[in-house]
């Protein structure tokens, strides 16, 4: 569990896509908010769901930004 996900609240339009498939790492309100940590693989998998690409996914050592 290298990375972390970030989301740009001004770009989520409220789909709830990532909720559905990392509900232990989002949560929705009125944007959808960082709640918890999973697997990297779910996490990117959670950011490739996003429709509006409001997820991005950092390696929390380094701080690079692996996607999108
Ligand atoms: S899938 Fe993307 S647009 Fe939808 S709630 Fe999650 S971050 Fe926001």
């Known amino acids: 569990m ?3 996900a970030e989301v740009d609240v001004d ?3 409220a789909h709830g ?7 232990d ?10 709640i918890g940590t999973a697997s990297d693989e779910l996490l990117i998998e959670a950011a490739e769901s996003c ?4 997820i991005r996914i950092v ?3 380094s ?5 999108p």
């Open 63 to 67: 701080g690079d930004q692996v996607f």
């Open 59 to 61: 390696d929390r050592r």
């Open 51 to 54: 429709p509006s690409a409001a």
């Open 11 to 13: 770009a989520c339009a």
């Open 17 to 23: 896509d990532c909720v559905d498939v990392a509900p």
């Open 2 to 4: 290298n990375y972390l």
């Open 25 to 34: 790492v989002f949560a929705l309100d009125d944007v959808a908010r960082v």
